[in-house]
């Protein structure tokens, strides 16, 4: 969890390889999209930050989170990226349903990792109150976003 000495939003540029040669796939969850909108904010301007020029990063929208893993699934088979960012915001409700969402999406995502030879990198915040949601997402605590992208461009460098 992050907390107040953990900034999601920091990185040291000399430690990230050259990325102007990836290709990078951002599968973004509609729902709660003030928070993905702002997650996939920080991806780009993270990856655009380390070089990546803008046409090498490709945007498909899936209606919640739990669809992450098919879009993420099909970009692959699809697309020629070098790594996949899956963007999604759950976020605590009175039911179970937030348990299933969450390790269902987790578990998705972690079976491409095993399945393919393409990374996709898990940016899904799993919160407790719309507020944490925004701490993290932009807020006091940075942005998961850039920090997914930047696990993006090392898992990319790594499967070249």
Known sequence: MATANK?????DKTTIPNAKNFRFGIVVSEWNSK?????YQGAVDA?????????????WDVPGSFELPFGCKKMI???QVDAVVAIGSVI???TKHFDFVCSATAQ??????VQSDIPVIFCVLTDNTM????DRSGGKHGNK???AAIAAIKMAALGR
């Open 92 to 94: 605590q409700g009175e």
């Open 35 to 39: 928070i993905t909108e702002g997650l």
């Open 47 to 59: 990856l655009l930050d380390c070089g990546v020029p803008e046409g090498n990063i490709l945007r």
């Open 77 to 79: 088979a699809t697309q």
């Open 145 to 147: 976003g850039t920090e």
């Open 7 to 11: 900034n999601l939003s920091v990185y």
């Open 108 to 113: 998705g995502i972690m079976e491409l990792n």
């Open 131 to 134: 507020q944490q949601a925004v």
